[in-house]
């Protein structure tokens, strides 16, 4: 069984997790100026709860984030791991999670960081690194995009 804590302010929310061996902790980080409606963050958590596993045969540990973004419908659109957790079991499971689970739909595109520890909880550290790392993909993926559709055909 998973024990959950919910820690919550407008700009960002902490989604927490922990199940036997494996914890799980999801950072949602709402899309600029949308703040993440009331039950976004619970129905994400129960989601993953119901969705994450460890990789069998292993007693490694590690700690994988990654930037989940998903569109208006709860649909994901990209999942990026943005820090891996040194296993590629571990990293492989943290992208199949993040498709695995069902984002309620809330109007607006958001991007989230999950921070899915294996064999270990996440650390506070950890998670607002997580969520630090995620803020930064999500600048960059903004200022990528802004240079593809504003670049102009040479000739």
Same mark, same amino acid.
């Given at each position: 069984?998973?024990?959950? %804590?919910? $820690?919550? #302010?407008?700009?960002?929310?902490? !989604?927490?997790?922990?199940?036997?061996? @494996? +914890?799980?902790? =999801?950072?949602?980080?709402?899309?600029?100026?949308?703040?993440?409606?009331?039950?976004?963050?619970?129905?994400?958590? %129960?989601? $993953?709860? #119901?969705?994450?596993?460890?990789? !069998?045969?292993?007693?490694?540990?590690? @700690? +994988?984030?990654? =930037?989940?973004?998903?569109?208006?419908?709860?649909?994901?659109?990209?999942?990026?791991?943005?820090?891996?957790?040194?296993?590629?079991?571990?990293?492989?499971?943290?992208?199949?999670?993040?498709?695995?689970?069902?984002?309620? +739909?809330?109007?607006?595109?958001?991007?989230?960081?999950?921070?899915?520890?294996?064999?270990?909880?996440?650390?506070?550290?950890?998670?607002?690194?997580?969520?630090?790392?995620?803020?930064?993909?999500?600048?960059?993926?903004?200022?990528?995009? +802004?240079?593809?559709?504003?670049?102009?055909?040479?000739?």
């Amino acid at each position: 069984m998973f024990n959950t %804590a919910i $820690i919550s #302010n407008v700009a960002t929310s902490i !989604v927490g997790a922990a199940f036997c061996s @494996v +914890a799980a902790l =999801a950072i949602a980080v709402p899309s600029a100026h949308a703040a993440a409606p009331a039950g976004f963050q619970k129905a994400v958590e %129960a989601s $993953i709860d #119901n969705n994450l596993r460890l990789p !069998v045969n292993t007693d490694s540990k590690g @700690v +994988a984030t990654v =930037a989940v973004s998903i569109d208006g419908n709860g649909s994901v659109s990209d999942v990026n791991i943005v820090q891996s957790s040194g296993h590629i079991s571990f990293d492989r499971e943290a992208i199949r999670t993040a498709h695995a689970v069902r984002y309620p +739909a809330t109007g607006k595109p958001r991007t989230m960081a999950m921070v899915l520890g294996f064999n270990q909880p996440a650390t506070s550290r950890q998670v607002l690194h997580g969520k630090q790392l995620v803020d930064a993909y999500r600048t960059d993926r903004r200022q990528l995009l +802004a240079n593809k559709t504003t670049a102009q055909p040479v000739g």
